[in-house]
């Protein structure tokens, strides 16, 4: 079992920059594939970026080239570089991990709340 404690969320104006991370609990976090997922209001939650046990990255279109997924095995932690940020990037963003080769998470953070502001 692993827990996942997001922080790094806030309100943030138009164009400007946050980093999401995600600590993760246990001493086996780098074997897990991690993923940040987020849910605007009144809209389902979907995959924004994941990072393979690997260190391999996929992203969804809508941040690609803007936002960067991140591990620290060391420090049992994931980070989500958001940069150019957009009002319809606002959102509430969880971190999530699963076990190889599931492809269902299994393990999910409380979220933390990303507001961008025109």
């Known amino acids: 079992q692993v827990q996942l404690v997001e922080s790094g969320g806030g309100l943030v104006q138009a164009g400007g920059s946050l980093r999401l991370s995600c600590a993760a609990s246990g001493r086996t976090f780098s074997s897990y594939d991690m993923g940040w997922f987020r849910q605007p209001p009144r809209k389902a939650r979907v995959l924004v970026a994941r990072i393979t046990t690997g260190g391999a990255t996929n992203y969804a279109d809508s941040v690609k080239g803007r936002f960067t997924i991140s591990r620290d095995n060391a420090k049992n932690t994931v980070y989500l570089q958001m940069n150019s940020l957009k009002p319809e990037d606002t959102a509430v963003y969880y971190c999530?991990?699963?076990?190889?080769?599931?492809?269902?998470?299994?393990?999910w953070g409380q979220g933390t709340q990303v507001t961008v502001s025109s």
């Open positions: 999530a991990a699963r076990t190889p080769p599931r492809v269902a998470y299994d393990y």
